[in-house]
């Protein structure tokens, strides 16, 4: 089955820097690959996806890079504000197989 | 905007004892999904649902588990004799169709279970 890595575990960077997380994943038959956030107590949320057919996506300050050969995808976040602080997963999925596989997650912290 | 509800939010019971996880998905999704997150750790897959059966499962997902979409709205996952190890935080997500992709699956609140 997949196998979703992601890297760092913790990632704490000054307010306004960029923050970048990495996973890599194992099938390449893979094709979908969403981003959440998930705060305290709360439920995952979906920030930013893409799909196999596409390199990279962007909405506003957030970014998702993908490489389909090397199997990996990256988050990329600017201009980061307090209220970025949050745990943050990948996962990845094929079609046919609908089970989302969930990286270990990032604790993203921004120090004033 | 439409949100997947669950209930209870928190659920104590004692080791051995029959629980059962309910959740609402949003009303015109046809895919449905349970979760678990154990403590700290990363969200992972239980089970999926559609078209009244289960389509996946994961190596989680034993005898022990099993899910039912007993009338229109509700989409419940029942754990027949629960094991300490079961403690976790269980959220039920689902999704639409969009024919020929893949679209987001929408995440419940979740309810906080404690084996005793």
């Known amino acids: 089955g997949e196998n979703v890595e992601q890297h760092p575990s913790t990632l704490s960077v000054q307010e306004g820097d960029s923050a970048v997380i990495k996973c890599t994943y194992s099938?390449?038959?893979?094709?979908?690959f969403p981003w959440y956030k998930q705060e305290l107590g709360k439920r995952p949320q979906l920030i930013i996806d893409?799909?196999?057919?596409?390199g990279e996506k962007k909405d506003q300050r957030i970014a998702v890079t993908l490489n389909k050969t090397a199997k990996h995808f990256s988050l990329h976040i600017t201009e980061t504000q307090p209220e970025d602080s949050a745990v943050y997963f990948c996962?990845?999925?094929?079609?046919?197989?609908?089970?989302?596989?969930f990286g270990k997650g990032t604790h993203l912290i921004i120090q004033p | 905007e439409p949100e997947v509800t669950q209930t209870p939010s928190h659920q104590v019971t004692q080791m051995g004892q029959e629980v059962i996880l309910r959740c609402v998905p949003i009303?015109?999704?046809?895919?449905f999904y349970w979760y678990r997150q154990i403590l700290g750790q990363k969200v992972e897959f239980l089970v999926s649902?559609?078209?009244?059966?289960?389509?996946?499962k994961s190596e989680i997902f034993d005898d022990q588990f099993s899910v039912e979409r007993p009338d229109g709205s509700n989409f419940t996952l029942k754990i027949r004799s629960t094991k300490l190890e079961d403690s976790a935080m269980y959220f039920c997500?689902?999704?639409?169709?969009?024919?020929?992709?893949?679209?987001?699956?929408?995440f419940g609140p979740g309810t906080r279970l404690t084996v005793l």
């Open positions: 649902f559609y078209n009244n059966e289960i389509s996946e």
């Open positions: 996962a990845a999925t094929k079609r046919g197989a609908d089970g989302l596989t």
């Open positions: 009303s015109n999704h046809l895919y």
């Open positions: 099938d390449s038959a893979s094709n979908y």
């Open positions: 893409i799909r196999s057919n596409v």
């Open positions: 997500a689902s999704r639409g169709a969009l024919a020929g992709t893949y679209n987001e699956q929408f």
